[in-house]
């Protein structure tokens, strides 16, 4: 009840809900749709979510449509399953696709994000090109792959970097 009323005391058209993973507690999430559903709060909401959750759980992610999700945040991260193998993302990229395509039939834009890593090569970038230009429309964000000292990810990769690690973050 205080989230949906902080909800509705918001003037803001626009609601980023900036956690990785909103819908991990789906049937909290599933409350809080229905709540806010049942006191006519609707607004335009930007979500992350992974694509393993939208393909298990696409009646949780139509609910909160029905509220106003209207764009998601899926990380792809990669253009093959044995990077995405490699990066630990537990998903694939059939499960990328299909969740691409369960939102867009549901009217949800998807804002796709992919991982480039310190060992591209030219042909990673063109596959990463072709995929891209081959995709549905998508909203897409390149990030550069700084793991954070301490990390699984920084302890197998560390020995790429040759400057201070600590000047990758702020």
Not at 95 to 102: G, K
Not at 105 to 115: D, E, N, P
Not at 133 to 161: E, H, Y
Request: aromatic residues 12%; negative net charge.
């Amino acid at each position: 009840e205080q989230v949906v009323a902080e909800f509705a005391s918001l003037r803001q058209e626009h609601v980023y809900f900036c956690d990785d993973e909103s819908f991990t507690d789906s049937d909290y999430a599933a409350r809080l749709a229905e709540a806010l559903k049942q006191h006519g709060v609707q607004k335009k909401i930007f979500a992350w979510a992974r694509s393993t959750s939208v393909v298990r759980k696409t009646a949780l992610f139509e609910a909160w449509r029905d509220v106003g999700l209207d764009c998601v945040f899926l990380g792809f991260e990669a253009v093959d399953d044995a990077q995405l193998a490699n990066m630990s993302k537990n998903s694939s990229v059939a499960a990328n696709t299909e969740a691409h395509e369960l939102l867009r039939s549901m009217g949800v834009a998807v804002y796709a994000g992919f991982m480039i890593q310190a060992d591209y090569s030219a042909d990673d970038f063109e596959r990463l090109r072709a995929y891209i230009a081959n995709m549905p429309p998508a909203q897409v964000n390149l990030t550069i792959c700084t793991p954070s000292p301490g990390s699984p990810d920084w302890d197998r990769k560390s020995n790429r970097f040759s400057v201070d690690p600590y000047r990758f973050h702020d």
